[in-house]
Structure formats: structure tokens, C-alpha cells
């Protein structure tokens, strides 16, 4: 009948959908895929596309084939030098050989697992053979590509590529970096010191030269004006001496009569008078003493 | 969810508590209560969800109306019009299936087409069409649009440490960058590659996270190769171009199609407070130095001029003396030479004359006291005492 020829139709179609959704299968250019029968690999994909496998008897794995991170928490190293670092460092891994991948670690997180012990191992071995100065500035980037071909060989056993390693970051440890923060403060305050010292240098430098310079100005004046005084006190004597040198004996009595009437000019001076004085000589004989 | 609030919309009016009916709206029930009565016209509306007994609900509803529509007519005609409309819906179906193909592409966007997951082809701005689900796939992806990654991520406050970096002198300095970065536009590609963009898009897990960590990376290792005042100082420009080159290399190097526009060093300070005041004293002692210096000038310029001064005012005063000197001489010397013409000519006269004038002239004003010399009966008494007290009065 024509009701169960449709039924059939529709039993046929759902089966054939059935067995290909059960036989087809999508890779995306972000995995590759391993084909397993009863869990054993029998072939991978590594090419993304619409793939075929026997339906009921094998199932598919995916395994990401991105360029993926394994972030590490930061590791304190000691260095050849004994100094202890903080090291954060990052890689960036590619499984690149799916089955090999899942037969030794199966899923994405033991692998993570596997890489990070050997990171750790790789990352400490590196960086404890070169003293810190190396790390942070020197050798920084032989020393990640070195980091990088040894984790590289050492995870190629479960299929793992090494892309790049980086060292994010490479810091002291707490203390120590308390111990730089007072050796920097020491450092500016050692230079703020020595500015302020140049300066009281230069300044005083200058003050001195300033005062010195005055005293000179002041001294070359003196100088000059004693030899004008002097001069002048030559001149003086020698104009005296020319006017006196006529009656030396008349100049003693005319200035000696100067000098009287300078000395005893204020009136608050008493004098004792003989009568014989000169000056009395006619206060009591109107002929004179003599 | 639209579909909900409609039926919880039309079921509100008997209970009336509308608004608050959104948390038992959960379950997809809706003609249960309120609405069982317009069934057919309520859940004709949102068929589209597509959940099993929603489908039967709108097969029943279109029976019933087309029962309605066509009452007396028996079991014959039906399974007619039931391949009419099953053929209308199939063609509609398809047309929808081949609509859903269309996609737009921003203009700063690039779009990704798969086929079963393979990388088909990338497409520009635009409106496209791929072969719809589950053929092809398609995912835009900005590229020209600039995207920026900050280092430490988030910024950093003073005090916290993401900032923290080793310079090459092995001093530590607070740093803050901010790189712009884009997916390149490039649409070709090498052969044996897929385009930039599905590179970023296909190859590369969390791609964002990549930059940050590269960014971080190549900050520090900038930062440890210089010292610390170059970073601070005159160096900046280098540190963000050499941070950019490494950058760029490192994303070269694993190939993800990322192009880093530029890097702007945002911060470069000392590491905590403390520091920080220590490095603005040595920016204050600088400018105490100047001032010292500035200061001794002042006195400099003061004190010279004022020396000069007084050197001028010594030497005036040693000329004026001198000048004074001199012209006091001359005129004594002449005054003498005067009267020294008088008394040449009556040397005895004038001589006593003058003495006479002269100690008139002194002794007007004094006191005077007159003793015979050995004089009798008189008792040379002198109060020196009370003579010497007189003279202040």
C-alpha cells in the first residue's frame, strides 16, 4: 500500500541519515583528528575537510593543532651567582603529531601537565648555569632560544612542537627588592646631596671671590688716597717752611700768640697771675718794673 | 523570549499580577493556562522555535482551521492540499536555507569562509553568500580596526607590583606600556599558507592572551638591556621602538598575522612612593644648586659695586684733604707773610701790640686770681675742688 511505502521510504531515509552522520565528519583547520577503532588509532587527519570513517566501529578524536599557550606560574631560580630570581616564563607549544600526542598523554590537559614539568625542569637548568646579570639584560634572548630547543627536544616524544619560549617576566624576590629600593633612595640621595654640595661650592666659591675683589678695590683706594694725603702734607711743610723760614724767632712768638688764644679760648679756665708778670707789669708801678 | 512574554502577557489579565510573570515563564507551556482558549492564534505567532510539541500544536491549528474553512468536505481532499502546502513549505524552506547563506561584512571587517571546516576563501567588506549550513561556514573578523593591549594588564596603581621591571643597572622601575595592534588586511597569501586573518582566526589559540604575553616580554627585556635613567629620560623613544621591533619579530616568528601599529611607553616611574620622593629631592637639589649659585651672584653683584663706591668715596675724601690741605697752607702762609711785612717795619711796637691784643683777648673771659709773689699774711689757699665744680655751671 502506498501508506507503507511511504513508511518505508521514511525508515530508509532516517537510516541512511543515521549512518552518515555516524560516518562523516567535519576537521576544522583548528584540530586535527585520529580515527579510532575499538580505541586503538588506525589513522589521523591532519588536513581539515569533511572526512569518512567506518560508522559504529571507529570514533573520532580531536586534537587542537593551534598555536596554543602554556602559561607557567612564576618559578624562583637561583642563579650561578647564587642570587634568587623570579621567573615567569610562557611558551607556545603546537601538538603536531596528533596520534603519537594521544597515545602517550590522550588529552590536551595531561599534555599541558607533561610540558609544564619539563618547562620547569628546562626553565631552572637554563638559568641556574648564568649569573642574574645574564637573565635580565645580557643574554636574555640566547638564553630563551636555548630554553626552546632543549624543552623542544624533550617533548617531541608526545608530539609537542615548541614554538617560542619568552621569558615573561625575571624580577627579584620581595626582599630583594625591598634591598634595591633602599639602594636606589640611597643612590638619589647621595646625588641630591652632592647638587646641594656643588652648590654651596660654587656659591661660596663666588662669595669669596666677590669679597676679594672689594677688599682689592678698597685697598688700591686706600693706597691711592694715603699717597694724596701724604702729598698733600709734603706740600703744606713745604709751604710753611718757605713762609717761617724767614724770621724763625718772629713765627715762634706770632704762633705761640695763635696757639694761646686756640688752647684757652673756652672762658672757664682759671689762671694764676703773678703781679711781676709781663702782663701786669704796670698794674702796680706806672714806670714799669723793669 | 519574546514568544513568552506574549503568552505571559495574555495570561496576566485573569490573575493579574502581569509584570512579575516573568520567572515561572521557564518551561515552554504557554497555552496551558490563560491562553488555551485563542490557542491557534496565540501559538501561531512564534512557530519558529521549533520545539517538538510546539510543531504538533501548529500542525493541529492548521487542520483545524482549514476544517473550518472547508467544513462539509470528507477524507479525500485533504492529503491534496497536504502535499500542496508540504510542497509550498519544502520550497519555502530552501529558499530560507538559501537565504541564510548571506552574510554581511563590515568595513572594517574581513570574513572567513570554511567549507566542512577547510579555510575556502576570505572575503572584503561587503555583502557575500556562501552555501549555507552545513556546507560553509563564515566568521568576520575586524582587522583594520586598531585593538590595544596594556602592560601590566589593566594598568597599574603605585604599590602594586605588575609593573615592576629590572633595568640593565639593576635598579626596578614602574612601567606602564600600551601597545595598538591589528590583523593585517592582506588578503593573499604564500602558497602553502591561509591569509593573515584566518591565520588569527584558525591557527591561533586565544590570540589576545598571545599578544599580551609578547608585549610583556619584550617590555622587559627592553627595559633590562637599558639603564635606568635612559629609560626615563632621553631614551623613552627607544625603548618604545625597540619594544615595537621585538614585538613584531616574536609575532612574525610564530607567524599570526599580527601587525603591532605602535607602542607607547605610558609610565616609566620610580617604584613606590619612597623612591619617588627620593628621586624628586635630586630634582630639588638641582634647583638648590642653582639657587646657591644664584644667591653668591646676587652678593657678587652687590658687593663689588658697592667696594667700587667706596673706593671712589676714599679717594674723593683724600682729595678734598689734600685741596684743603694745600689752600690752608698757602693762606697761613700768607697771612703770616702779611703781618711779617708789618712787623718788619716796627719790629719792637708791633710785637708788643700784639702781645698785648692777644692776652687781653684771652684772659677777658677767665678768672683770674692775683698773688704777691711770696706774699705776707696771705695763705695760698687753692680750692681746686670747688673751682673745678664751678666750671660746669
Known sequence: ?290 | MPWQDNSGKGGSQGPGRGPTRGPWGGPPKPPGGGGGGQGPGGSGKGPGKGSPPDLDELLNASRQRLKRAFPRDGAPRPPQINRQTALLLVAGVGVLWGLSGIFQVGASDRGVITTFGKYDRVVGPGLHWHIPYPFQAAVAEKVTELRETLVPAGGSQRGSSAGLMLTGDKNIVDVVIRAQWQISPETAAPAGQLPPVARYRLLIDNPENLVLAIAEAAIREVVGRNELDFIQTEGRGVVMEQTRELMQQALDAQNTGVIITSVNLEKAEPPTEEVNQAFLDVIAATQDREQYINRAREYANKVVPEARGAAQQILEEARAYQAQVTADARGQASRFDAIYGEYAKAPEVTRQRMYLETVERVLGPMNKIIIEEGGQGVVPYLPLNELNKKAPQ
Open chain 1, 1 to 290: 500500500m502506498r501508506g507503507n511505502a511511504l513508511a518505508a521510504a521514511g525508515v530508509l531515509i532516517a537510516a541512511s541519515f543515521f549512518i552518515i552522520a555516524n560516518s562523516a565528519f567535519i576537521v576544522s583547520e583548528s584540530n586535527s583528528a585520529i580515527v579510532l577503532q575499538f580505541g586503538a588509532p588506525v589513522s589521523e587527519h591532519r588536513e581539515a575537510g569533511l572526512k569518512f570513517k567506518v560508522p559504529f566501529v571507529q570514533n573520532v578524536v580531536m586534537i587542537d593543532k593551534r598555536n596554543r599557550e602554556l602559561d607557567q606560574d612564576a618559578l624562583e631560580i637561583i642563579a650561578a651567582n647564587q642570587e634568587r630570581l623570579l621567573v615567569d616564563a610562557f611558551a607556545r607549544y603546537r601538538i603536531i603529531n596528533p596520534q603519537l600526542f594521544f597515545q602517550t598523554v590522550r588529552t590536551i590537559d595531561g599534555g599541558e601537565l607533561r610540558l609544564r614539568t619539563q618547562m620547569n625542569q628546562t626553565v631552572r637548568r637554563v638559568l641556574g648555569e648564568v649569573p642574574v646579570d645574564d637573565i635580565v639584560s645580557g643574554r636574555r634572548n640566547a638564553l630563551m632560544v636555548r630554553i626552546r630547543e632543549l624543552l623542544g627536544a624533550s617533548v617531541r616524544e608526545i608530539g609537542i612542537e615548541i614554538i617560542d619560549v619568552k621569558i615573561r617576566r625575571a624580577d627579584l624576590p620581595a626582599q630583594n627588592s625591598q634591598a634595591v629600593f633602599q639602594r636606589m633612595i640611597a643612590e638619589r640621595n647621595q646625588l641630591a646631596q652632592q647638587f646641594r654640595a656643588q652648590g654651596n661650592e660654587e656659591a661660596q666659591k663666588l662669595r669669596a671671590q666677590a669679597d676679594r675683589e672689594a677688599t682689592e678695590i678698597r685697598a688700591t683706594a686706600t693706597e691711592e688716597s694715603e699717597k694724596l694725603r701724604g702729598a698733600a702734607d709734603a706740600e703744606r711743610n713745604a709751604v710753611f717752611a718757605a713762609a717761617y723760614g724767614k724770621d724763625p724767632e718772629f713765627f715762634a712768638f706770632y704762633r705761640s700768640l695763635i696757639a694761646y688764644e686756640e688752647a684757652l679760648r673756652k672762658g672757664d679756665s682759671t689762671i694764676l697771675l703773678s703781679p711781676e708778670s709781663e702782663f701786669l707789669r704796670y698794674l702796680n708801678n706806672v714806670k714799669g718794673r723793669r
